[in-house]
């Protein structure tokens, strides 16, 4: 597949927000992408027109129930066949912040036996409690699965923005541990929490910045073609849109969070 | 027949509830001896349904499917026939 065939679909509903620092993040890369209300979609019946899906970060549907599980339930309502046929052909799926509640709300993520009835892990309220919007490091645990961190070596650490009040990733305690196994064994696991040297945050409160279950930021499916991350890459695109660029002489001209955006493109590129 | 269902979604043993500790610390603050303070949702359904039955079966899969994450929540339900 060329860069110029390969076409993404951000999909929107009432509370998404980066919808268009995403869609601007692929068109700087050559790529076509569009916003898409997600009614719009199931009207046009479009799905598998695209290559690749992404659910952008937000407060869809004013985050009642639980962070993302709204959006998610009426995904597989009206799209359950297409988004199935979608996951099957091996199609990418993104999921930013909000975007990564949904994939596990709707049993996408982990799916370590394909797509479950429900889900099997869960973003939890962040403790310490409330809303945490700041700089984070990451580091890339990775060994190849993930579709979408193909341009990044394992280890490197990256700096990316979290904004979210629902971001502690949590198995069910009783399984916890094994869930844990199966995402090694399976190479699921993508970031874990560190500071700036790489050391790990092991829960300490802000490198590791809502008490996530194994300092664990995002995670793929077995397939490595669903991926769901808490911090946005699309917020991290841009030399300017850092945090310190004001007080440094030389900035790269790029952020850390392109990479996600050109191993992805690549990843298609190659693979079809 | 229509029926009145209480449903309480609240965190499973064992899982942190951040907003109960909190909450637990400010009423702590004012005063109270308060030792420990659960968070949890309850959800009031009118639900048309042939019987009590039916009504318990189609609340069982309400919160299978949306209302509760069995990762991390139980559920109770109480159901009423609506007056």
């Given amino acids: 597949m060329k860069r110029e065939e390969i076409r993404v679909c951000v999909l929107r509903v009432g ?14 890369l050559g790529v076509k992408a569009e916003i898409v209300h997600v009614n719009e979609l199931v009207k046009r019946g479009s799905l598998l027109e695209y290559s ?14 639980r962070a993302g599980a709204i959006w998610a339930k009426l995904i597989l309502a009206k799209l359950g066949k297409e988004l199935k046929a979608f996951v099957d052909e091996n199609r990418l799926i993104l999921g930013i912040c909000n975007g990564f509640q949904v994939l596990v709300e709707a049993g996408l993520l982990p799916g370590f036996e394909g797509i479950s009835p429900y889900p099997e892990a869960a973003l939890a309220t962040n403790f310490p409690p409330g809303y945490n919007c700041r700089w984070v490091y990451i580091k890339h645990e990775n060994n190849g699965k993930c579709a979408f961190t193909g341009k990044i070596p394992k280890g490197k650490i ?3 923005p979290v904004a979210h009040s629902e971001g502690r990733f949590i198995f069910a305690k ?3 541990k094994q869930c844990l196994e ?11 929490y560190c500071d700036k040297n790489g050391e790990y945050a092991e829960s300490r409160f802000p490198t590791n910045p809502n008490g996530s279950f194994h300092d664990i930021v ?3 499916n077995p397939e490595g073609t669903i991926f769901g991350l808490m911090p946005h890459p699309e917020r991290a695109f841009h030399w300017w849109q850092q945090l310190d ?3 440094q002489e030389r900035m790269p001209q790029y952020g850390d969070g392109k990479l996600i955006f050109e191993s992805l493109i690549e990843y298609l590129t190659k693979k079809f | 027949m229509k029926y009145q269902l209480k449903i309480e979604v609240s965190l499973k043993p064992g899982h942190s509830d951040p907003e109960g500790e909190t909450t637990a610390h400010l009423l702590k603050e004012l005063g109270y001896k308060v030792e420990k303070v659960n968070v949890s949702k309850i959800y009031s359904v009118v639900l048309d349904a042939e019987s009590e039955k039916e009504a318990e079966t189609k609340a069982e ?3 299978r499917r949306l209302l509760a994450n069995p990762t991390k929540d139980n559920y109770a339900i109480v159901i009423e026939e609506e007056k």
Avoid at chain 1, 15 to 28: L, P, W
Wanted: aromatic share 14%; with cysteine.
């Fill in chain 1, 174 to 176: 009783e399984r916890d």
């Fill in chain 1, 15 to 28: 509370g998404t927000n980066c919808d268009a620092e995403t869609e601007r993040s692929f068109e700087e």
């Fill in chain 2, 61 to 63: 899969e309400m919160c």
């Fill in chain 1, 182 to 192: 199966k995402l090694y064994e399976n190479d699921q696991l993508v970031f874990r």
């Fill in chain 1, 218 to 220: 995002s995670i793929c």
């Fill in chain 1, 158 to 160: 990256l700096r990316m």
């Fill in chain 1, 52 to 65: 690749v899906l992404v659910f952008p970060g937000g407060f869809s549907y004013g985050d009642y129930v």
């Fill in chain 1, 245 to 247: 660029w004001t007080r």
